[in-house]
């Protein structure tokens, strides 16, 4: 439970400052395209932040051995798959790295749906 808090805290935490410094830092050295695949980034790091935090308050209700304990783990993956690898490729421009990116979609696909598993079995 603990452990989500701080995680999800950490990664809202994140998606601030890579937020600011996409809009500050990047806005004159990154074109239009790649400032929207970085904000992208930043705009689903957030999201899933929120998730993670959720997460952590929903263990408080339910044992640590849940499915919302593998949820929060598929999160974090996905914000380092997805995220992360818009992020890279937003600064490279190494197209390929986009392969990566959809392994974090189904890490955010997958823990989503074991929400839904776990509020069915938990609530």
Not at 4 to 29: E, Y
């Given at each position: ?15 601030v400052?890579?937020g600011?410094?996409?809009?500050h ?5 990154l ?5 929207d695949?970085?904000?992208?980034g930043v705009?689903?790091?957030?999201f ?13 209700k339910?044992?640590?051995?849940s499915v919302?304990?593998w949820?929060?783990?598929l ?6 798959f ?7 490729l937003s600064?490279t ?8 990116t ?12 074991l ?7 938990n609530?």
């Amino acid at each position: 439970m603990k452990v989500f808090i701080i995680v999800g805290a950490i990664n809202a935490f994140l998606a601030v400052a890579l937020g600011a410094f996409g809009a500050h830092g990047l806005k004159d050295r990154l074109d239009a395209h790649y400032l929207d695949i970085w904000k992208t980034g930043v705009t689903y790091q957030m999201f899933h932040a929120m998730g993670i935090l959720m997460i952590g308050l929903l263990l408080g209700k339910v044992p640590m051995n849940s499915v919302f304990n593998w949820s929060g783990w598929l999160m974090l993956a996905g914000i380092v798959f997805f995220s992360g690898s818009l992020y890279l490729l937003s600064l490279t421009k190494v197209s390929v790295l986009g392969a990566i990116t959809p392994i974090g979609g189904v890490c955010f696909l997958a823990a989503w749906v074991l929400i839904i598993v776990g509020a069915v079995k938990n609530f």
